[in-house]
């Protein structure tokens, strides 16, 4: 019998290439978003499929499905710190109201769920690389608290639906990852170079640029997940790539890679934006038999490739959407 998937999320940059990687696997595939930061263009081309479905649903009001489920995947979350500035209830919301709506679906269709968790939810971390047995160093007032604390709760929910209910529960703490249909404007440092070396403008370094990150190709982010989701193995494992670079050398690294002869410039480092993240993949590698193959002159190649598609409209919008008006009350 088919099997039958709920992906929450699905019209985002994640959710739309879980979407691809399952109807590839011929799941019937119910998709779920209510379109704040995604965008229906990322789904398109599956609408027409019989085993696609599309809701147009806030997950954080009481979420039905008609029919059996076998598994569900909730990516539902705004996840660039731009996004989560602009709209911090509606990211605790989701985290928090959202996981216990889908939580309990997956209770009531006796579905396995997988949620989608983050390397935030270490903080601006004390420990390098991050082991999953880390406990983090998050500030719960500042800025980003909003989404990692939304998170963590995401994290404590699942674990007690889990130990309470005996659900089937997995988590994904998701490293930074990057790809084609990453939105453009969303303020994540990818996009916003690739943006601004497009366009011709400066690149945008916040602080002196020595700070971290480690950045991992959507195709190896998908099968990590996939994986996961298939393995019997309930405590949370990080998927991401542990290849680190500072965001300076990143910035060269994207200079010569358009063939721009733009500079750069510095700007302020965010508040508790984190100096340093590399993912401790040996978990993932022993119980999944994954870790990332595609590498980051291969992977930026493509993703430069999709921004260069895109029209100079949309090059040069400076805004997404108006947020506050697709936020269900
Ligand atoms: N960053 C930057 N310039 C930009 C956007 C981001 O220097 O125009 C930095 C940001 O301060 C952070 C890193 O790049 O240290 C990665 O930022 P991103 O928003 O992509 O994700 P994060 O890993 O912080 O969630």
Known sequence: MQKRILITGAAGFLGSHLCDKFIKEEYHVIAMDNLITGDLKNIEHLFHLPNFEFYHHDVTKFVHVAGKLDYILHFASPASPIDYL???IQTLKVGSLGTHNLLGLAKEKNARILIAST?????????HPQTEDYFGNVNTIGPR???DEAKRFQ???TMAYHRFHGLETRIVRIFNTYGPRMRLNDGRVIPAFIGQALRGEDLTIFGDGSQTRSFCYVSDQVDGIYKLLLSDYSLPVNIGNPHEITIKDFA?????LTNSDQKVTYKELPQNDPLQRQPDITLAKKIL???PKVSRSEGMKL????FKSLSQ????KKEHKDFKKHIVK
């Open 252 to 256: 060269e690294e994207i200079i010569s």
């Open 145 to 147: 608290g909003v989404y």
């Open 86 to 88: 602009k709209i911090p």
């Open 289 to 291: 038999g994954w870790e």
């Open 313 to 316: 409209e949309e090059l040069f």
């Open 303 to 306: 993703t430069l490739e999709y």
């Open 119 to 127: 390397s935030e939810i270490y903080g601006d971390p004390l420990i």
């Open 155 to 157: 994290e404590s929910i």
